[in-house]
C-alpha cells in the first residue's frame, strides 16, 4: 500500500509566523485531503486536494500529484492553529481506506 | 459540530469486557468508516461500510466488529478488552446519497475514548 510521509513532524512557532508542512506519499494517491485534530482530539476536514492549489483563509493547500507530494500553508499563524496536521489519501484501489501520515505537531506561542 | 455524532464520548472499562461503540453519520450520507488512534500506531483504518455492506477492510482485529444498519447509524464492537486496545476510536462519513463532487471527503465524529484498566 501506499506510504505517507510527513515533515516536519514538530514545530514550534511565535504567533503571526507563515509555515509549510510537507506530505510525501510513496506511489500514485487519490483524494488527497489535509485534517486539523484540535487539542481536544476533533479531527476537522481543512481541505481536500486532489490536485492544484486551494485557499481558505489564512490556511492553503498545494498538490502536485505528479511528484507526489502536497503542501499545507499556514500564514500569520495564531494559538488557535495549534495541534496536529495530518494528509491522508486513499491508493490507486481507492476504497475506503484512507492512509494517514504519522502528523505534524504545531505549536504556537503567543 | 461535524454532523457525525459518536457515543459514547469516553469509556472506562476492564480487561476481558465488551463493550460497543455508536455512530450516526451525517445526514444523507452512506458510508461510515472506523478509525482507531492509538499514541505508537497513529490513524488506523479499521473498515469502511457503505449503504449496510462492508467495502473495505483494514487492520481490524478478529475480536473486533462492525455492521451498518438499515438506518445508516454503525457499531463498532470490541470483545475480550485488552490493555492495548485503548485509544481514541473514530468515525467518519462520506458519500452523499444525492453525490456531488469531493464523495470521498470524510467528515469526523468527535471520537470516543476507551480505557482499558
Known amino acids: 500500500g501506499i506510504q505517507v510521509e510527513q515533515s516536519p513532524p514538530d514545530l514550534i512557532l511565535q504567533e503571526g509566523a507563515n509555515s509549510t508542512l510537507r506530505c510525501n506519499f510513496s506511489d500514485s494517491v487519490n483524494n488527497l485531503q489535509w485534517f486539523h485534530q484540535n487539542p481536544w482530539g476533533q479531527l476537522i476536514n481543512l481541505f481536500y486536494i486532489p490536485s492544484g492549489t486551494k485557499q481558505n483563509g489564512r490556511l492553503s493547500a498545494t498538490t502536485v500529484a505528479t511528484e507526489r507530494y502536497s503542501l499545507l500553508y499556514i500564514s500569520s499563524s495564531q494559538t488557535t492553529d495549534s495541534g496536529v496536521y495530518f494528509c491522508?489519501?486513499?491508493?490507486?484501489?481507492?476504497?475506503?481506506?484512507?492512509?494517514f501520515g504519522q502528523g505534524t505537531t504545531l505549536q504556537v506561542k503567543p | 459540530d461535524s454532523g457525525v455524532t459518536q457515543t459514547p464520548k469516553h469509556l472506562i472499562t476492564a480487561t476481558g469486557q465488551r463493550v460497543t461503540l455508536r455512530c450516526s453519520p451525517r445526514?444523507?450520507?452512506?458510508?461510515v468508516y472506523w478509525y482507531q488512534q492509538s499514541l505508537d500506531q497513529g490513524l488506523q483504518f479499521l473498515i469502511q461500510?457503505?449503504?449496510?455492506?462492508?467495502?473495505a477492510k483494514g487492520n481490524i482485529l478478529e475480536r473486533f466488529s462492525a455492521q451498518q444498519f438499515p438506518d445508516l447509524h454503525s457499531e463498532l464492537n470490541l470483545s475480550s478488552l485488552e490493555l492495548g486496545d485503548s485509544a481514541l476510536y473514530f468515525c467518519?462519513?462520506?458519500?452523499?446519497?444525492?453525490?456531488?463532487?469531493?464523495?470521498?471527503?470524510?467528515?469526523f465524529g468527535a471520537g470516543s475514548r476507551l480505557t482499558v484498566l
Open positions: 467518519a462519513s462520506s458519500f452523499h446519497r444525492t453525490g456531488g463532487p469531493g464523495a470521498n471527503v470524510l467528515t
Open positions: 461500510y457503505y449503504n449496510g455492506e462492508e467495502r
Open positions: 445526514s444523507g450520507d452512506l458510508s
Open positions: 491522508a489519501g486513499h491508493g490507486s484501489s481507492n476504497t475506503g481506506k484512507l492512509i
